[in-house]
C-alpha cells in the first residue's frame, strides 16, 4: 500500500472499530434487563453449559456443578414477587469428572396472580399432559432463575445461574421466537449483575395465519385469533386495496377461536389492472392484518413463497392471482384479470 493511502486505511480501521462496539453494546442493552440490579449481595452463580427456551415453550438448562462438590439432589427455581417455581435437576455425572444438572420443562402463560405460593414443575413428564396444564404457568414479568443445591448432609445452598449470549447469527432461524401455540413471548435476558432471568411477555391481540390453499377456483384461508377481545360474531374478513381504500367482505366461518373463509376474488379485480390487497380481519375499530407471525423464520417472505396461479370464477373468467407473505409477515394478494374480467372491485364494499 502506497504512503498516500495509508492514512485513509487507518481511518477506515478505527472507524470499523467503532461502529463494532458500539453494535456490540447496543446488542448487549436489548438483551439486558433493568431490574434486579442495585441493592442485591453478591452470590455464587453457577455457569451453564446450555441455557434457552426452544421452540418458543420449552425451557432447557444443562449447569455445570461447583467442582468438588457432593450433592445429594439439586433443582431450579424460578421466582418472582412471592412466588417460586421449582423445577427437579437431574445430576449426570460426565467422563471428564465434571457433574451436569439438566432438566427440561414446558413453559406456558397463566393469568394467576403471582401471590406468595410455590409450584413444582412436572419436568419432561410433563410434555406429554393436555396443552394449557403441561409445565410451569408463569405470569407475565421477569422471573429470576436460580438454583437450590442440596448436600448430603441436608444443608442447602443457593446460587444464581450467570446469563448466556445469545448467538449473533443473520440466518433463517431468529435466536428467539414466541410460542406458536398461545402467542406469549418466552425470553431468557441477563439481569445488570450478569445473572440469567425469564421475561415472559403477554401475547397481542393478533390474528395469525394457519394455511392458505390455492386451487383452481378459490384461495382458502385459515387462522386463528390470538388474544381475542371480543366474540367472534365482532369479526369480519376484508380485503383491502393498497393505494385506494377500497374493502371488500368475505363471508367468515367460525369453529372456536379457528376461522375460515374463501377470498372474495370476484370483488378483488378490476379488468386488466395489477391490483395488491391486504387480508385482515375487522374487529370494531380494530383491522387485524392476517400474518404468519408465531414462527421463528427471520425473513418469511424469502422463506415461504408461493407461485402465480391462474383461477377461473364462477362466470368464467380467468384471473392470474399470487398470494404470498410480505416481509411483515402478513398475507397480501396481487391480482389482474384477464380479457373481459369483471369491474368489481371499484365502489364495493
Given at each position: 500500500?502506497s ?36 441493592g ?7 455457569r451453564p ?17 461447583p467442582?468438588?462438590t ?28 465434571t ?39 408463569l ?40 410460542d ?5 413471548h ?17 401475547p ?34 376484508q ?25 372474495p ?5 378490476s ?25 421463528d ?5 424469502q ?11 364462477e ?5 392470474r ?5 410480505t ?23
Amino acid at each position: 500500500m502506497s504512503d498516500a493511502l495509508l492514512p485513509y486505511a487507518v481511518g477506515a480501521a478505527k472507524r470499523a472499530r467503532r461502529v463494532a462496539v458500539r453494535m456490540r453494546r447496543r446488542v448487549e442493552r436489548l438483551h439486558t434487563a433493568p431490574a434486579f440490579g442495585g441493592g442485591i449481595p453478591p452470590r455464587p452463580a453457577l455457569r451453564p453449559l446450555h441455557l434457552s427456551v426452544l421452540g418458543g415453550r420449552t425451557l432447557n438448562a444443562a449447569l455445570f456443578a461447583p467442582p468438588g462438590t457432593d450433592l445429594a439432589s439439586a433443582r431450579l427455581e424460578l421466582a418472582r414477587g412471592g412466588r417460586v417455581h421449582r423445577l427437579p435437576l437431574e445430576l449426570e455425572p460426565q467422563p471428564d469428572g465434571t457433574l451436569l444438572l439438566t432438566a427440561t420443562t414446558a413453559l406456558r402463560l397463566t393469568d394467576a396472580p403471582a401471590g406468595t405460593g410455590t409450584d413444582t414443575g412436572p419436568g419432561l413428564a410433563g410434555l406429554g399432559l393436555t396443552p394449557g396444564r403441561a409445565g410451569l404457568g408463569l405470569t407475565p414479568g421477569l422471573w429470576r432463575v436460580g438454583t437450590v443445591l442440596t448436600r448430603p448432609d441436608g444443608q442447602e445452598q443457593r446460587t444464581g445461574v450467570a446469563a448466556v449470549p445469545l448467538p449473533a447469527t443473520d440466518g433463517p432461524i431468529a435466536p428467539v421466537s414466541p410460542d406458536p401455540a398461545g402467542g406469549a413471548h418466552f425470553r431468557l435476558m441477563r439481569s445488570v449483575d450478569g445473572f440469567a432471568v425469564l421475561k415472559v411477555r403477554a401475547p397481542a391481540h393478533q390474528a395469525e395465519l394457519d394455511t392458505f390453499a390455492l386451487r383452481w377456483d378459490r384461495i382458502s384461508v385459515r387462522g386463528r385469533v390470538v388474544a381475542p377481545q371480543a366474540p367472534p360474531a365482532a369479526y369480519t374478513a376484508q380485503a383491502v386495496r393498497r393505494g385506494g381504500g377500497a374493502v371488500v367482505q368475505a363471508p367468515l366461518e367460525w369453529d372456536g377461536d379457528a376461522f375460515a373463509f374463501d377470498l372474495p376474488l370476484a370483488g378483488m379485480v378490476s379488468g386488466r389492472k395489477a391490483l395488491r390487497w391486504d387480508i385482515q380481519l375487522q374487529q370494531g375499530r380494530t383491522g387485524l392484518k392476517i400474518g404468519r407471525r408465531l414462527t421463528d423464520l427471520r425473513r418469511r417472505n424469502q422463506v415461504i413463497r408461493t407461485s402465480f396461479r391462474i383461477i377461473a370464477l364462477e362466470d368464467g373468467s380467468l384471473l392470474r392471482v399470487h398470494a404470498y407473505i410480505t416481509s411483515a409477515g402478513a398475507l397480501a394478494v396481487s391480482c389482474v384479470g384477464f380479457e373481459g374480467a369483471p369491474d368489481g372491485a371499484e365502489g364495493r364494499v
